[in-house]
């Protein structure tokens, strides 16, 4: 039973590139909830999502941060023209329920933008 | 606004003592707190919980203890051991369908054998 896979581990990217942060879920899972990790700070919500749908996105910066969960594959957490101060552990969790008591985490994928 | 605060950045004890972590938070809709755990290049695992009906929750070594009066929490580990060694995140929330966890900064525990 494979937990919350998320994919890559590590991304580098230049300034001004796009970064794509892949998330599956766990098997029955179909809440997922996206958090940012800066250096040696706490994780912050940035979104939750359902199947196709965007329930609550008030986490996200208004521009260049996207977010979806298509009916099949994985949520994407896409950033347009990343800068340094994109540089995070990107962590999603998925849980079988809404609420904030079911949640399993994923390992995290750590973008470095140079 | 930091909602939830953990102001031990840091705490090391010796291998068979008790660990004490502490949070505070101070928004009075949360009613359901984690801690979780966190080793590196990981994700945070969920270590335990507690509803604010109680007061107190136990789970083998680990204890976590809510004053709702003072908005604080505290996790209890004991006996303390190696592995524990690792960085404990405290979150709180709202229980209702759909919310997320507030974070707080974290406290990195290092257990000394």
């Known amino acids: 039973n494979a937990g919350v896979m998320q994919n890559p581990r590590h991304l580098v990217r230049r300034r001004g590139q796009e970064a794509r942060l892949r998330c599956s879920p766990m098997?029955?899972?179909?809440?997922v909830y996206w958090y940012r990790q800066l250096p040696e700070e706490g994780l912050k919500f940035m979104v939750y999502l359902q199947k196709e749908n965007i329930i609550d996105e008030s986490g996200m910066p208004k521009e260049r941060f996207s977010a979806e969960f298509p009916k099949e594959g994985p949520s994407i957490l896409r950033i347009q023209q990343v800068v340094r101060g994109d540089s995070a552990a990107y962590f999603c969790a998925s849980s079988p329920t809404a609420g904030v008591d079911g949640y399993t985490f994923g390992s995290g994928t750590r973008l470095t933008v140079v | 606004d930091q909602q939830v605060k953990q102001n031990s950045p840091s705490l090391s004890v010796q291998e068979g003592r008790i660990s004490i972590l502490n949070c505070d938070y101070t928004?009075?809709?949360?009613?359901?707190f984690l801690w979780y755990k966190k080793y590196p290049a990981e994700g945070p695992t969920f270590l335990i919980s507690?509803?604010?009906?109680?007061d107190k929750n136990e789970d083998g070594r680990f204890t976590v203890f809510l004053n709702k009066s003072a908005k604080h929490l505290s996790l209890h580990i004991v006996p303390s051991q190696p592995g524990d060694s690792a960085v404990y995140f405290c979150a709180a929330g709202p229980r209702a369908a759909g919310n997320k966890l507030t974070f707080g900064g974290g406290t990195r525990v290092l257990v000394k054998p």
């Open positions: 098997k029955g899972h179909s809440h």
């Open positions: 928004n009075s809709m949360f009613d359901y």
């Open positions: 507690i509803s604010s009906i109680k």
